[in-house]
């Protein structure tokens, strides 16, 4: 900072430009340092939609792989517990039945086992259930 005198008055200038290259710093780092959305790590062939249309990741994700293995959002499950993990996740302030829950098969699962997914997800109080599928092209 820089102090000059005019005829008996001190004036200062403030040089702005480092605190310009901290704010940059700072908005790069937080950038690079947030976590996005993780979805399962498993390779699902998703079947193919033509009215498909996105939706929010927020929620519960239960997925099914062609070998019939589970996964209650991102941690291997058995069938068995799927009832146990659905009626112990804290939905916060929402309300079970307002909560999303994405359901993604893979083309191979049988559709019976779809709707015992279903009948498991709604006997805990969850009645906003999405299909995941992809687009076709």
């Known amino acids: 900072m820089r102090l000059r005198t005019k005829r008996g008055q001190i004036q200062s200038n403030v040089d702005m430009t480092p605190m310009i290259d901290i704010v940059f710093q700072l908005i790069l ?6 976590t996005f959305a993780v979805l399962p790590g498993i390779k699902l062939n998703l079947p193919t939609s033509h009215t498909a249309e996105g939706t929010s990741v927020l929620g ?6 062609e070998d019939g293995k589970m996964f209650f959002n991102d941690e291997q499950i058995e069938y068995e517990n799927l009832g146990s993990c659905l009626a112990g996740f804290d939905t916060g302030k929402v309300s079970k039945d307002e909560f999303p829950v994405s359901l993604e098969a893979d083309s191979e699962v049988t559709n019976g086992t779809i709707v015992k997914m279903f009948d498991v997800i709604r006997e805990n109080g969850f009645s906003v ?4 599928t992809t687009a076709e092209e």
């Open 29 to 34: 780092f937080f950038l690079v340092s947030t």
């Open 60 to 65: 519960i994700t239960i997925a099914i792989d």
């Open 129 to 132: 259930i999405n299909l995941r």
